[in-house]
């Protein structure tokens, strides 16, 4: 299953990581793979909006990970850009913290061999013009898995 959106403003961005929410559940994992300013964490917010979170969704950039557990499912929201080795990956125990909830990898791409088979990759692709288009790709499980109304 591949997938893509155009989100001509940031905001479309944001509603289409809501609309993204209504298809994922507990145990899934999303790898957002993208350059820096592509849209990762508004996308992370929608998703997080959509899943019910009350908190603030923030880049996890300097804190590596940020849990959100007041919506109605987890959301464990993880950015690897500033990890050196996939030892670091293991050690955060993402994986285990998100079993009842859904992992949301930034710059997940550098460590996707670790994640599950089946999990969700989006790949950020940015015009002259601002546009975002984003490409969903299903792994695993994910190659079958009905995402109506997303894009």
Known sequence: MTIQAVCPRPEDTE??????AASLRPGD???????????????TKGIATGL?????????SFVLVREYRTGFIPVIHADVYRLGTMNEFEDLDVLGMAL?????????????SLLPRDHLRIEFEVGEDETRTLR??????WANRELGGVA
């Open 15 to 20: 509603a289409l990581g809501a609309r993204l």
């Open 29 to 43: 994992v999303v790898v957002l793979a993208g350059g820096l300013g592509a849209g990762k964490t508004l996308l």
């Open 52 to 60: 019910g979170v009350e908190e603030t969704v923030v880049s996890p």
């Open 100 to 112: 009842d909830g859904v992992l949301i990898v930034e710059w997940g791409g550098a460590v996707e």
């Open 136 to 141: 969903f790709i299903g792994e695993g499980s």
